[in-house]
């Protein structure tokens, strides 16, 4: 079953204007934590941002925050005043993980393509 | 280094052969991760290791392929009899977990990928 859906394969922003990348998850576990990368061309991911599902507020890094709504499954994430170099590819994961032993996997999304156009 | 090192970064094979791709991770970084990304894909996880051991390695996809960490800190992804379907960007990540309220967490900081292209 698919666990991480990302319904925008490509968004198309005008620089400067805020951005909303949709994610959705599928999970029965009640311990999980939520990330999203970025992968510009050059292909390294880049760590922005995470949100735990027991986190009271929603994560915020920058220019990045996440919109967690649990109730609902979606970890949406929002970039504020976007800027040329917002545009990569970014990808919503998903780690599920309650044994102290040992973490799960991080399960990705396809993805959504982020053009800013100036 | 300061981050997650991975060699080659472009690996161009015939079928049949035998190709190892190495990732070095940040240093004191337990958990070790090896990825796939198939070209328009998000990436797929192959296997996972806690220290030397591989604590799950649910993602590889056949016998044709193995990893080893005999150390704990460098790792090697071993591909035998490759296939143009082997094709792909491997991704090695490394994270030092930590437990906070009974959970693991820990950020997954990800090397730049070895691109592995199968004739």
């Known amino acids: 079953a698919q666990k991480i859906t990302q319904t925008q394969p490509g968004m198309f922003v005008q620089e400067k204007e805020a951005v909303t990348l949709d994610c959705t998850y599928d999970?029965?576990?009640?311990?999980?934590?939520l990330f999203w990368y970025k992968q510009p061309s050059s292909g390294e991911m880049i760590f922005p941002i995470y949100?735990?599902?027991?986190?009271?507020q929603n994560a915020t890094e920058g220019r990045y925050s996440l919109n967690f709504q649990k109730a609902r499954k979606s970890a949406n994430l929002v970039i504020s005043a976007s800027q040329l170099g917002d545009s990569a590819m970014y990808f919503c994961?998903?780690?599920?993980?309650?044994?102290?032993?040992?973490?799960?996997?991080?399960?990705f999304g396809q993805g959504t393509r982020l053009t800013i156009n100036p | 280094g300061a981050g997650v090192s991975q060699t080659p970064s472009n690996k161009v094979t015939e079928k049949g052969k035998y190709v190892e791709l190495r990732c070095d991770p940040i240093?004191?970084?337990?958990?070790l991760y090896w990825y796939r990304q198939s070209l328009g894909q998000g990436p797929e996880f192959l296997i996972y290791?806690?220290?030397?051991?591989?604590?799950?390695d649910s993602g590889l996809p056949n016998d044709r392929f193995f990893a080893v960490r005999p150390e704990g800190s460098v790792s090697t992804l071993k591909i035998q009899r490759t296939e143009r379907g082997d094709s792909a960007v491997y991704l090695c990540?490394?994270?030092?977990?930590?437990?906070?309220?009974?959970?693991?967490?820990?950020?997954?900081?990800f090397g730049e990928g070895s691109r592995l292209t199968v004739l």
């Open positions: 990540a490394s994270s030092l977990l930590r437990s906070s309220g009974g959970l693991l967490t820990g950020e997954l900081f």
């Open positions: 290791f806690q220290g030397t051991g591989a604590a799950d």
């Open positions: 240093s004191g970084h337990t958990a």
């Open positions: 949100q735990g599902s027991y986190d009271q």
């Open positions: 994961a998903m780690r599920e993980s309650v044994i102290i032993q040992g973490a799960q996997k991080l399960v």
């Open positions: 999970t029965s576990d009640p311990s999980y934590g």
